[in-house]
């Protein structure tokens, strides 16, 4: 019956050339502008750790003075050095790291090769094994490197790649700002998005090319990246290397794997604070927050207000496209009436009728999502044209294809349910008395 | 013309499905077409900005040095040397050390008081810091005032909080902190605890970011008379001779390297002209203005196929009835008449609709999107194009219609 159906379709939709092809035409349109406009939304608002972000969490306090208070404003969005490094020691985490971006000059061995900068990331001992990075050589740095202030270095492969020739370069020196590093790991590919764990160092297709210990950091005064945010006369002093201890400036993350522990700690750090206001450091009372990691990213907006605009934009016309379509197809439905009276007199069921009709709508979905998958190719290819940050992610992965389908059907079915019931009321005994 | 509205609306009754998704398809166009064009109209407000910038021959080198660990005397005394060699250079005019850049895309900012000790800022400002050669290598507008003097500008050190003494600000600021009054020879703080006075004002100058946030701080900026020694790197800003901008750009870079090799520079976009500075800072906008003239004119045209093929279903139904007007005295243009009127009343229909649909999105825009009120001379426009859209495109159904002979009413089918 389906294939009856579908014969009956291609005749029809064959008969009148140009209304199938306005309608494939508004369909496709339409879906392609949806499906370009919602791959961009939904790569820039996907999970960078798949599997493991519910388990990470970013604690924030409030040391700030009492200066320009109210009620219900948010802690800072970063930490300073002394409580980050006191939340680190106390380790009351699954695990935690401290971190802060930087761009360090590489000078290598080899003279052919011109120094140059990359981007760096100096953190903390459980930073890779919390984030799970993948490691192509070699292994992360211990915490007890991280207190010796070691010169160990992880690399990225691209890097690897760049100096070394992707060979295993573990055990090989790298000559990082004027000084010595050894390498101690590699990673495989690695680049989360959006670039989570630090959103002032660009929120996508952000990724350091070296990961150093924190404490080497400062113990080298390498050059820091990012925010950095004081109050009171903290404004980093004359001179000094570091920012004041008025000045928040490290992200600080931790794993928690149990909503249990997630409880504990979020204790843990209202107990912090009320002890350090008691020793006379923070002023204001515990003010704590304790997100998870995609709640951090809802709250920090990541994904640009221009990208939503633009799926909303690109939804409202496809909505104009579908009641398009709704009247194109009510149109070519009812000029049928006469065919479809003699079905019904000779014994097709009202049921049978709107089947038929249905069958064709979807025949229409279905030439309109290839047509929209195409369109929305070409448009994905135009947005990767572009220079901003994220313009290289925007790639249509399976499950978009399969999405582009889905609603070029489930719209189309939708937008000839109307038509084709409409189609089914004809009365058959005065279609075949008029003709 | 007398024409009949009444059996117009008779017939629409008979198509009432058909009716009701021209017009709703017509008002969801108006709603979207004319939200689309006010913002394409912001957004290319926004790329037509005014930077000071005397942007034809100003280019900016991004130049990192590869030996971090000098010092900032080691680093002022190699800054000064690549400024006589770029100087030096014949398609070269004039150049500046600098922080930071007008339509940078982001740099430094700092709140402005009026004394020190004063809790709320006054406003913001964006910081910009150069030589007595700034205003002059930018081509900026000195409107007041004088420009820096050799003897006031010095060195700043990695991560040193240097305030001068003298400033130069942009006109929007001056006036900001001194409403009315003359700025010259006052002084403000910008979060520091001695003052700066102001011995110049340039307009107009803008920020360095072209974020939305901002916006409430638009032409507000402050020049200080420093050379930014940061261990890191420093820009170059270049201005060439008229016309000489390639050259100077090929270059400048040959002379910093051969001053001293132990620079980097990035081949790919560590020079970078004005035209590309400002293509690079704005291409969300533009990617906005070209999404949003896209859509609107694939819209518009959907819907005139939309209205054709309706329209001309419609008269391929009912011409046995045509027919029957043509032969009791119908004249074409009666026919003609009758399809257009038709069509501008479920156009106008729709339109109505579309009205507070526009202003409901507009609305929603505002609440979700921080979006400006719409100015009522976007819903008369979208109104009058869609009201000729419809009529331009019920036209050749409409003549077809007309033509149609009076000998049909006499065939059966």
């Known amino acids: 019956m389906f294939q009856y159906y579908l014969d009956l379709a291609a005749r029809s939709l064959r008969r009148n050339k140009a209304l199938t092809a ?49 009620p219900s404003k948010e802690p800072p969005s970063q930490l300073t050095l002394i409580d980050g490094m006191n939340l680190l020691h106390a380790a009351r985490a699954d695990r935690q790291a401290l971190m802060k971006g930087g761009e360090v000059p590489i000078q290598p061995e080899q003279s052919a090769l011109d120094p140059f900068y990359v981007d760096a990331r100096y953190t903390t001992a459980d930073f890779f094994a919390m984030f799970g990075t993948p490691f192509r050589f070699g292994h992360a740095w211990s ?54 764990y630090d959103l002032n160092t660009g929120s996508y297709a952000a990724g350091e090319q070296v990961f150093l210990p924190l404490q080497t950091m400062i113990d080298l005064h390498l050059s820091r990246d990012g925010s950095n945010d004081c109050w009171g006369n903290g404004g980093g002093g004359t001179d000094t290397l570091l920012p004041a201890d008025t000045c928040v400036w490290l992200q600080f993350w931790v794993q928690l794997d149990s909503p249990a522990k997630v409880e504990a700690y979020r204790q843990f750090l209202v107990h912090y604070s009320q002890e350090q206001k008691a020793l006379g450091r923070f002023q204001r009372p515990p003010n704590v927050r304790l997100r998870s990691l995609m709640q ?113 059907l489930g719209a189309t079915l939708l937008a000839g349910l109307l038509p084709a019931w409409r189609a089914c009321q004809v009365a058959p005994a005065l279609q075949l008395k008029s003709h | 013309m007398d024409i009949q509205i009444r059996p117009i609306l008779v017939a629409l009754r008979r198509h009432k499905a058909g009716t009701l998704l021209i017009a709703l398809q017509i008002a969801l166009t108006l709603a979207i077409v004319c ?75 700092n709140f402005v008081t009026m004394t020190p000790d004063q809790v709320k800022p006054t406003t913001d400002a964006a910081v910009y810091t150069g030589d007595e050669h700034f205003i002059d290598t930018l081509g900026l507008n000195l409107v007041a005032g004088r420009n820096f003097r050799p003897d006031e500008v010095t060195a700043m050190g990695t991560q040193q909080a240097i305030t001068p003494s003298t400033a130069i600000v942009s006109k929007a600021l001056a006036e900001r902190l001194f409403p009315g009054g003359n700025a010259l020879g006052k002084s403000f703080y910008a979060m520091g605890t001695t003052p700066s006075t102001i011995i110049g004002i340039v307009d107009p100058l803008h920020r360095q970011g072209v974020d939305s946030w901002s916006n409430s701080y638009a032409g507000q900026a402050l020049i200080w008379p420093l050379r930014a020694d940061d261990s890191k790197g420093i820009y170059y800003i270049v201005r060439a001779r008229p016309g000489q901008l390639a050259a100077a750009m090929r270059d400048a870079p040959k002379a910093l390297y051969a001053q001293n090799r132990m620079r980097i520079i990035d081949p790919k976009d560590g020079i970078q002209s004005y035209a590309e500075i400002r293509h690079r800072v704005y291409d969300s906008d533009r990617g906005m203005v070209i999404l949003m003239s896209v859509i609107s004119v694939v819209l518009l045209a959907i819907t005139a196929a939309g209205i054709v093929g309706l329209t001309s279903f419609w008269v391929g139904q009912r011409r046995k009835q045509i027919g029957v007007r043509r032969a009791l005295g119908a004249r074409q243009r009666d026919i003609l008449s009758y399809f257009l009127t038709e069509n501008l009343l479920i156009t106008g229909g729709g339109v109505l609709l579309g009205l507070l649909l526009a202003i409901g999105t507009n609305l929603w825009l505002m ?38 002979p009076p000998v049909e009413a006499t065939r059966s089918v």
């Open chain 1, 22 to 70: 306005l309608m494939v035409l508004a369909i496709a349109l339409g879906i392609g502008a949806s499906i370009t406009t919602l791959t961009v939304l939904h790569v820039l608002s996907g999970d960078p750790l798949p599997g493991r972000s519910g388990v990470i969490y970013y604690p924030q306090i409030d040391p700030q003075d009492l200066r320009g208070m109210s």
């Open chain 1, 143 to 196: 915490a007890a490197d991280d207190e010796a202030k070691a010169r160990q270095v992880v690399i990225s492969r691209d890097l690897d790649e760049k100096l070394f020739g992707g060979a295993n370069s573990v055990g090989r020196t790298l000559r990082i700002s004027g000084t010595a590093f050894q390498i101690v790991g590699v990673l495989d590919h690695w680049q989360p998005n959006p670039h989570f």
């Open chain 2, 367 to 404: 609440l979700r999107f921080a979006s400006q009120p719409m100015p009522m001379v976007y819903l008369v426009v979208g109104v009058l194009l869609l009201l000729l859209l419809g009529q331009g495109a019920v036209f050749a159904p409409a003549l077809r219609a007309s033509r149609v």
């Open chain 1, 296 to 408: 951090w990213l809802d709250y920090n907006g990541v994904v640009p207000d221009d990208v939503r605009l633009q799926t909303w934009l690109a939804f409202g016309f496809l909505a104009v496209c579908l009641v398009n379509t709704v009247g194109l197809m009510l149109a070519k439905f009812m000029r049928r009436a006469g065919e479809l009276g003699v079905r019904r007199a000779l014994g097709a069921s009202r049921r049978s009728l709107f089947a038929q009709l249905l069958v064709e709508a979807g025949v229409v979905g279905l030439v309109g999502g290839v047509g929209g998958a195409v369109l929305a190719l070409g448009g994905l290819w135009l947005v990767r044209q572009r220079s901003s940050d994220y313009a290289s992610l925007a790639h249509l992965d399976p499950s978009m294809l399969l999405t582009t389908f889905v609603l070029a």
């Open chain 2, 35 to 109: 939200n689309a064009f006010f913002i394409i109209h912001q957004r290319l407000a926004n790329l037509s900005q005014a930077s000071g910038v005397d942007e034809g021959d100003v280019f900016v080198i991004a130049n990192y040095w590869a030996d971090v660990n000098r010092s900032t005397e080691q680093v002022d005394a190699q800054v000064r040397a690549d400024l006589i060699a770029l100087r030096q250079l014949p398609a070269v005019l004039d150049t500046t050390p600098a922080s930071g850049y007008p339509l940078r895309g982001g740099g430094w900012d």
